[in-house]
């Protein structure tokens, strides 16, 4: 009705202005409008790192190897078919490290998603180190490392008023070969005492996987009337093959006497678990909801044991006098069966403007069958296996059954009080209990036999507050206790060491208590300057119960007086500080620093072996960027971690605990030479000391990086 303005045209007539109100009334339209658009963009890198030292621990730290690095550092795609219909590609592609995710989408209809990702785990090949030997470190001289990867896609169904479906797949992958921590024996002369082998276990150990896992996937999200209902099922088919060669013997200056275990494990599984979740606000205070899971796995495994000794060396005595030239250990056919119920009710009363008040109640019941068949072969070693003794391999079959039935039962209950000026108070409160039996039997192999009832109580509590008096300061405060007590029954007899196999065996009760308090302080004095300020205290204790035990060969010798004892204490404190600086608009730096102190002591009888791991932890991270011009950029960041749990008891322990330094320093410049052209150049340095591998795992590196950006629109 003001159109046009007064003096700028004629009035529109009665008949304009009822075409401009019916056309408005009709929604406006003004037809197809073109709002294709399209842009891409692309970095292309290149960088080279030198090492001095140790390059596969490098590559452990960094997850990049030394050498060259190029490739795509980051490229995206994307187009505009219509306001609502949109396609997006982006991803990077440098060496050792891919991705590409795809996607197209259109509003209130639906996507789809597909993606390519996969990177390389680094692990260092060198075991442990001890001093004392002629050689103290060993290193396979192997590149170890695994491929991992997954590609996927999806498909989902977003139309208002309809349930959202989204139905996917995905593949997963693991290959190559990792390092493990089954370590193997070297002996060197002998122990103070002058008769008993000087063993360490320090030699490398490493595994082969090859993993291929199948997911299928189906979410459903409805939402009517105030209810709403999920439903989310997971299928997982898998296949694994691994291969282990470890070091079971080995002594240092006896030629050829390096025995050797090869194992070869397979495993195919399928999983499938299902759950369902309503949830309804009730009322304006009263929100409930509910869930059910179900899971079932059915595998079957195969397991290949060859221990080898090359030049005949004895392994094991037979009871007469040959010896074992090769021990064979197969299990063609071992079956698992398991099933999982679970399922949990929740109430939330409020919130109130004073608070709020939740509690929930979850129950878990889980059956667990398997059995297996296999054989045990042991081949007699020259010249016992030809005349004139002729002794025969020996076969040995062997049968094993295990199963498992575990109820659990969780009550749970949280209160938050808000009606407090500037503070809220909170209190958590949980009880679980839980009842186990396990039954275990391998024929001819008493270590694996067991029949033991587990039941276990646990109570934790939390209750702390926080507050902010003024708008520059906040702190708060909690504090933790938690404490499970468990019973083991497994028959055994008072007195009879012949009742003394598997586990728990004369230990008949385990109770452990948690003290744990937590503090924040945060201060923001001006708006250039925040720091949060973080402590926390842990101590825990473990008490056993035992019943009193005599050695199986010597009724003499006690093993276990029997009684309540302080089994271990951990304690440890952890102090954390975080700062955010923005003086100028053109600086922004971030710090976070940490320091921990651990101790754990584990009871002993009197060996000077074990002595308490104690140790402390230094942790740095720093990034920082600063805008020297409008189009060029500065940027720094430095991280710092130190360790020191080292031990000194070589002469008669372990060499358990380390001692490092590790830093890395990444700083670049960027430059925008174009609206669609800006330039990055970054140089970063890497460095490691380690004093406890005697200086084996130690390095240096070096590293120049390069890209270019680029925009297509």
């Not at 399928?270 to 949830?279: H, K, L, M, P």
């Not at 452990?512 to 503090?519: D, L, V």
């Not at 360790?643 to 590790?662: C, I, K, S």
Request: proline share 5%.
């Amino acid at each position: 009705m003001a159109m046009p303005p007064e003096g700028k045209g004629d009035p529109l007539t009665r008949e304009q202005v009822a075409l401009l109100r019916a056309w408005i009334d009709q929604g406006a339209s003004w037809g197809e409008t073109e709002t294709t658009s399209v842009a891409f963009s692309i970095a292309p890198a290149f960088g080279y790192v030198w090492v001095d030292g140790n390059e596969a621990k490098f590559r452990e730290h960094w997850w990049m190897r030394d050498g060259h690095r190029a490739g795509v550092e980051w490229f995206e795609f994307s187009e505009q078919y219509s306001p609502d219909t949109k396609l997006t590609l982006n991803g990077h592609a440098l060496t050792d490290d891919y991705r590409a995710d795809f996607l197209l989408e259109k509003k209130e209809l639906g996507f789809a998603r597909f993606g390519f990702e996969q990177f390389r785990k680094y692990d260092s090949d060198t075991g442990g180190y001890y001093p004392d030997f002629s050689q103290p470190i060993f290193s396979l001289d192997k590149n170890l490392h695994l491929d991992i990867g997954r590609a996927w896609f999806d498909f989902g169904l977003t139309v208002p008023d309809w349930p959202r479906i989204v139905l996917g797949y995905e593949y997963q992958y693991r290959s190559g070969d990792k390092s493990t921590l089954q370590w193997g024996p070297v002996t060197e002369g002998v122990e103070s005492d002058g008769v008993t082998p000087r063993t360490r276990n320090i030699f490398p150990a490493q595994k082969n996987i090859d993993e291929h896992t199948h997911v299928l996937k189906f979410d459903l999200d409805f939402e009517r009337s105030g209810w709403r209902l999920e439903d989310n099922f997971r299928g997982e088919w898998t296949e694994l093959k691994s291969r282990r060669e470890n070091v079971s013997g080995y002594s240092l200056g006896v030629p050829n006497s390096m025995i050797t275990d090869t194992v070869r494990e397979g495993w195919r599984a399928f999983q499938g678990a299902n759950t369902v979740r309503v949830e309804r606000q009730v009322r304006d205070w009263l929100f409930a909801s509910a869930g059910y899971l179900y899971s079932h796995l059915s595998g079957d495994a195969d397991f290949h044991l060859d221990t080898l000794n090359p030049d005949s060396t004895p392994a094991q005595p037979l009871p007469i006098s040959p010896f074992y030239l090769r021990i064979e250990q197969v299990s063609r056919d071992i079956v698992l069966e398991r099933e999982s119920h679970v399922g949990n009710v929740n109430v939330l009363f409020g919130p109130w403007q004073g608070g709020s008040f939740n509690v929930g109640v979850q129950g878990e019941r889980t059956t667990q069958d398997g059995t297996l068949d296999g054989t045990e072969t042991r081949f007699i070693a020259p010249p016992f296996n030809g005349p004139p003794f002729n002794f025969p391999d020996e076969v040995t079959p062997y049968t094993g059954f295990t199963d498992i039935e575990r109820t659990v039962m969780d009550e749970t209950a949280a209160l938050r009080v808000t009606c407090l000026p500037f503070t809220t108070l909170f209190a958590e409160g949980r009880l679980q209990q839980e009842w186990l039996g396990q039954s275990e039997d391998v024929s001819g192999h008493e270590t694996f036999t067991r029949d033991t009832d587990v039941q276990s109580d646990a109570f934790e509590a939390r209750a702390g507050f926080d507050t902010s008096p003024s708008a520059w300061i906040k702190f708060g405060s909690q504090y933790r206790w938690r404490d499970k007590s468990t019973e083991f029954d497994d028959g055994f007899a008072d007195g009879d060491p012949l009742d003394i196999n598997g586990y728990p065996t004369f230990i008949t009760d385990r109770d452990a208590t948690t003290h744990e308090i937590e503090s924040r302080l945060t201060l923001r004095p001006c708006n250039w300057l925040k720091t949060t300020f973080t402590h926390r205290l842990v101590t825990t204790d473990t008490h056993m119960t035992t019943e009193s035990a005599t050695n199986v060969a010597d009724a003499t010798q006690q093993v276990s007086p029997g009684g309540r004892v302080l089994a271990g204490n951990y304690d440890a404190q952890i102090f954390s500080l975080n700062v955010t600086l923005t003086p100028w608009r053109r600086l922004h730096w971030f710090t976070t620093a940490s320091y921990q102190d651990v101790r754990s002591v584990s009871l002993h009888d009197n060996s000077t072996a074990v002595v308490p791991y104690r140790g402390d932890t230094w942790s740095l991270m720093a990034h920082g960027r600063y805008l020297l011009t409008k189009k060029t950029d500065l940027t720094a960041g430095y991280q710092f971690s130190r360790a020191d749990f080292r031990q000194d008891q070589f002469t008669e322990g372990l060499p358990v605990g380390m001692r490092y330094d590790l830093q890395g320093l990444l700083a670049g410049v960027s430059s925008r030479r174009t609206k669609n052209l800006t330039t990055k150049l970054q140089y970063g340095y890497y460095h490691y000391d380690e004093p406890t591998s005697g200086g084996a795992n130690d390095y240096t590196a070096h590293a120049v990086f390069v890209s270019l950006n680029l925009r297509f629109d």
